[in-house]
């Protein structure tokens, strides 16, 4: 299978502990996008890669998250010092190369994080 | 501002018949605009997009056509199957140097036979 794969797909956390979530793109796909998904919403975009370089975080929810793409492959998110309210789906997607605006989006199945 | 306004769900027909969703954007310039669907149990996926004003985006039985007038992009499928069952999102491409995607707040569609 080479779709979008993420890992872990469940995360249970007590407050105030820190979380990392792995997305494995599409191999060649240079472009990745984190979102944050609650019942009942769409999703919601959280920060934007294209190849190693963060190119939009400005959406981060606060400076408790950080991602990284150190090669260019694999991503990262982290939340330090989780908070019930981060209790969501974080969703990877990935998008070859070309219009940013125009191209399409493959998404991972998601990690679900509980923060109890 | 730049957003996406679906209608809302659960939209419940019984098998064969018309569906549409309804899906609104704003924007600043000519954004790409996407339908996405999850099936129950599954991540998003790609059903449809439109590029640029007027495009019709086609795929298993599912149109939707980019109307810049009206600034919509309404989901219609003729003929609904059981299996059509899944929540579908609409979604606004980035425009003007951003790098945002939008989507909506997603609309469950539910077919009973």
């Known amino acids: 299978d080479t779709g979008v794969s993420q890992d872990p797909r469940h995360k249970i956390t007590k407050r105030g502990q820190n979380v990392t979530f792995r997305c494995d793109p599409i191999s060649e796909h240079n472009r990745l996008y984190w979102y944050r998904q609650t019942l009942g919403q769409g999703p919601e975009f959280l920060t934007y890669f294209q190849n190693e370089a963060q190119l939009e975080k400005s959406r981060l929810l606060s400076d408790r998250f950080s991602a990284e793409r150190p090669k260019g492959s694999f991503s990262t998110l982290e939340i330090q010092r989780t908070e019930q309210g981060d209790s969501a789906m974080y969703l990877c997607a990935s998008s070859p190369e070309g219009g940013v605006s125009t191209d399409t989006q493959y998404f991972g199945p998601g990690t679900r994080l509980t923060v109890l | 501002g730049n957003s996406v306004t679906q209608m809302e769900g659960p939209v419940t027909l019984s098998e064969e018949a018309f569906l549409t969703i309804n899906c609104t954007y704003t924007?600043?310039?000519?954004?790409?605009l996407f339908w996405y669907v999850q099936y129950p149990g599954e991540g998003l996926q790609l059903l449809l997009k439109a590029t640029k004003a007027d495009d019709k985006g086609s795929n298993k039985g599912f149109e939707a056509t980019y109307r810049k007038e009206t600034t919509s992009f309404h989901l219609e499928k003729g003929s609904v199957q059981v299996s059509d069952s899944a929540v579908y999102f609409c979604s606004r491409g980035p425009t003007g140097g951003s790098y945002i995607p939008t989507f909506g707040r997603g609309t469950s569609l539910i077919v009973h036979p």
């Open positions: 924007a600043t310039g000519y954004p790409s």
